[in-house]
T-cell receptor, first 112, second 116 residues
């Protein structure tokens, strides 16, 4: 299972764009990159998933360089409610599921 | 979007009690469900992988006789913590994934288990 490395914590202010980078040097050919958000006492919530280049949805963008050894989650114009732990995971989500290994995650704190 | 329901959300019971936690996929069929445990200020730790109709696969160090997992249907998996003790107190979270390729895991909201 590919290991991921993320900053332990990040601070930001409301209205700013936040970019969280994750390193996954040993990513395998079949692995996808998935980001989750977790609030205290809740289960992780799916944010975005990608394989290469750029993926965008209504809440975030995911940038993946050509070598796929890292990825960056971009949160546009964060608010206080975006304060949470963000996990980057890599794995091959084949039919029937592939187990994921959670790293330490990044604690994002958004202030006024 | 995919919804996973976990019940109960919180359990407080005496030492020696067995506790059952349910995990249901509400709007999709989950061929595989996963059970995690999370201690305060720590990340999620995978306990076991459960495939519908077959025995669960446990991670190293997880006692299968202590944590009984049943995945009898494509929408329901249960985790039973048998003869729970205070050290079993934790936040237990399930996730489910459908049978199609490239589907992410979707998580329940967790069960806070407190053993007195």
């Amino acid at each position: 299972l590919a290991k991921t490395t993320q900053p332990i914590s990040m601070d930001s202010y409301e209205g700013q764009e936040v970019n969280i980078t994750c390193s996954h040097n040993n990513i395998a050919t079949n692995d996808y990159i998935t980001w989750y958000q977790q609030f205290p006492s809740q289960g992780p919530r799916f944010i975005i998933q990608g394989y290469k280049t750029k993926v965008t949805n209504e809440v975030a963008s995911l940038f993946i360089p050509a070598d796929r050894k890292s990825s960056t989650l971009s949160l546009p114009r964060v608010s206080l409610s975006d304060t949470a732990v963000y996990y980057c995971l890599v794995g091959a989500p084949t039919g029937g599921g592939n187990k994921l290994t959670f790293g330490t995650g990044t604690q994002l704190k958004v202030e006024l | 979007g995919a919804v996973v329901s976990q019940h109960p959300s919180r359990v407080i019971c005496k030492s020696g009690t067995s506790v059952k936690i349910e995990c249901r996929s509400l709007d999709f069929q989950a061929t595989t469900m996963f059970w995690y445990r999370q201690f305060p200020k720590q990340s999620l730790m995978l306990m076991a992988t459960s495939n519908e109709g077959s025995k669960a696969t446990y991670e190293q160090g997880v006692e299968k006789d202590k944590f009984l997992i049943n995945h009898a249907s494509l929408t329901l998996s249960t985790l039973t913590v048998t003869s729970a003790h205070p050290e079993d107190s934790s936040f237990y979270i399930c996730s489910a994934v459908g049978g199609r390729d490239n589907q992410p895991q979707h998580f329940g909201d967790g069960t806070r288990l407190s053993i007195l």
